[in-house]
C-alpha cells in the first residue's frame, strides 16, 4: 500500500466519522450524544476491523501467503510441463514406493 492509499484512507475515516456526527446531530441528538454514538459507531467498526484481519492472518489467507502458494504452484506447475512422459512415470513410481514405506513403518 503506498502513503498515498494511506492518507486517503485516514481521511477518508475523519471525513466519515464527521458526517456520522452531523447526522446524529440532524437526528435530533446533542453533541454530547451524539459524539458518543459517534465514537460508539467508529469503535465499533474498528474492533469488527481488526477482528476480520486476526481472522485471515490466522488462517492464511493475507494477500502475501496466498500470492505466494500462487506462485510455488505456477513452478511446480512449470516444471511437470517441462517433463517427458518417461519422467513423469518415473517420478509416479518413485511416489508409490515413498507411499508404500511411510504406510509399512
Given at each position: 500500500m503506498r502513503r498515498i492509499d494511506v492518507i486517503g484512507i485516514g481521511l477518508g475515516v475523519f471525513v466519515a466519522g464527521g458526517a456520522v456526527y452531523l447526522a446524529l446531530t440532524l437526528a435530533g441528538l446533542d453533541g454530547i450524544s451524539a459524539g458518543i454514538w459517534s465514537q460508539v459507531i467508529f469503535t465499533g467498526?474498528?474492533?469488527?476491523w481488526?477482528?476480520?484481519?486476526?481472522?485471515?492472518?490466522f488462517s492464511q489467507k493475507m494477500t502475501y501467503n496466498q500470492?505466494?502458494?500462487?506462485?510455488?504452484?505456477?513452478?511446480?506447475?512449470?516444471?511437470?510441463?517441462?517433463m517427458?512422459?518417461?519422467?513423469?512415470?518415473?517420478?509416479?513410481?518413485?511416489l508409490e514406493a515413498?507411499?508404500?514405506?511411510?504406510?509399512a513403518s
Open positions: 467498526g474498528l474492533v469488527g481488526v477482528l476480520t484481519y486476526i481472522t485471515r492472518v500470492q505466494l502458494k500462487d506462485y510455488e504452484d505456477a513452478v511446480l506447475q512449470k516444471r511437470l510441463d517441462e517427458t512422459n518417461e519422467e513423469i512415470a518415473q517420478l509416479q513410481v518413485e515413498e507411499k508404500k514405506s511411510q504406510s
